[in-house]
Structure formats: C-alpha cells, structure tokens
T-cell receptor, first 112, second 113 residues
Framework: SQKIEQNSEALNIQEGKTATLTCNYT??????LQWYRQDPGRGPVFLLL?????KEKRKERLKVTFDTTLKQSLFHITASQPADSATYLC???????????FGQGTELSVKP | DVKVTQSSRYLVKRTGEKVFLECVQD?????MFWYRQDPGLGLRLIYF???????EKGDIPEGYSVSREKKERFSLILESASTNQTSMYLC????????????FGPGTRLTVT
C-alpha cells in the first residue's frame, strides 16, 4: 500500500528564516500533491496544489517542489513568522475521484 | 466563503451507544468525506460519497456507517461505540474533480467511555 512520510519531529526555527518541510512517498507516483495547514483544534486548510508534471509552485511566501524521481515534495516558507506556527500536512491524490491520502503532518514552531 | 459545519465540537458517549455525527456544507459540493485523526497516524479516511445516496468505503470503515440523503448533509454513524473510536472526527467536502481542494469542518472530538 502507499506510504507517506513527513518529518515526525517538530521543526523549530527562528523568525525570518526559511522553513523547509519534507514529504516522501513510496510506490507509484500521485497525479497531484496538496499541502494543508492545521491549527490546534481546527480542521486543515488548503494551501497549495502541485501536479505531477510541475516541478515547482509558488504562492506568496510559500513554495512547493515535486520531484517524482526522488518521490519527494518539499514545502518552503520564506521569511517565516510566528503566525506560521502550525502543523503542515501533505496529501497525495491519485486519479480516482479526489480521494486523498494524508501524511501524519509536521509541526512547525517559529520563535520570535 | 465555503462553510462546512459539524453538529458538535465535543461529544462524550458510553460504550455501546449509537452515535450520530452530522456534517453540512453550503457550497453545493458533490463530494463529501469523513476522516478520523489520531496522534501519529494522521488523517484516515473512513467513508466518502460522490453523490446523494451514494457511499464508498475508505481505509478504515469497520464499525462505522454513513448516510447521505441530501446533497449538503453527510452523516457518520457509530453503530455501537467502542473506546477505540475515541478520536477527532473531521468532515470535508469538495467539487468532483480529482485535484480539487477539500474544505474541512472544525472537527468533533469524540470520547467514548
């Protein structure tokens, strides 16, 4: 079965630095990959989508890369702020009607 | 703005009780999903639905059933609650295309004692 792995340990960085979160998957490549943000006690909120034929996608301070050879996606937050502190989830989508497979998430803490 | 609401934020039930979790979305989405989220395990799909009266099993359907009588409403039913069903339950909805983002409700924290 498909497995997705995200950094299980929390990531602690200083305000202003770039945060980089990793999402690795096994077996066959997904058609799409999404990243979500989840705050404590809340549901996840969609951030970015990247397709299998795209190498990189940007949105404001966010950047996502997708390497189908390495079976890996990297999620970057540049000029990080304490408000970016949250858990970030990656999710894979195969061409079967929108069913997502989620990673367990990585908790990011940005210190002032 | 898309809104997905869930009937309760917190719920405490006893073992063996029948439990209903309700989810309503206001964006006319065709797809609706129920997940549970547990520490270290991430979100796991229980059931999903692509249309009214239609349901598909997800990865962990055992002990659960669902009902979708109206497009905007998707109910999760725990037929006989057990302590291992203590969890955070999240409902989501989306448009039908595979890549469409999912909109999540705030979640229901269910405790079964």
């Amino acid at each position: 079965s498909q497995k997705i792995e995200q950094n299980s340990e929390a990531l602690n960085i200083q305000e202003g630095k770039t945060a980089t979160l990793t999402c690795n998957y096994t077996n066959y490549s997904p058609a799409y990959l999404q990243w979500y943000r989840q705050d404590p006690g809340r549901g996840p909120v969609f951030l970015l989508l990247i397709r299998e034929n795209e190498k990189e996608k940007r949105k404001e301070r966010l950047k996502v890369t997708f390497d189908t050879t390495l079976k890996q996606s990297l999620f970057h937050i540049t000029a990080s702020q304490p408000a970016d502190s949250a858990t970030y989830l990656c999710a894979l989508i195969y061409n079967q009607g929108g069913k997502l497979i989620f990673g367990q998430g990585t908790e990011l803490s940005v210190k002032p | 703005d898309v809104k997905v609401t869930q009937s309760s934020r917190y719920l405490v039930k006893r073992t063996g009780e029948k439990v209903f979790l309700e989810c309503v979305q206001d964006m006319d989405h065709e797809n609706m999903f129920w997940y549970r989220q547990d520490p270290g395990l991430g979100l796991r799909l229980i059931y999903f639905s692509y249309d009214v009266k239609m349901k598909e099993k997800g990865d962990i359907p055992e002990g659960y059933s669902v009902s979708r009588e109206k497009k905007e409403r998707f109910s999760l039913i725990l037929e006989s609650a057990s302590t291992n069903q203590t969890s955070m339950y999240l409902c989501a909805s989306s448009y039908p295309a595979a890549h469409n983002e999912q909109y999540f409700g705030p979640g229901t924290r269910l405790t079964v004692t």
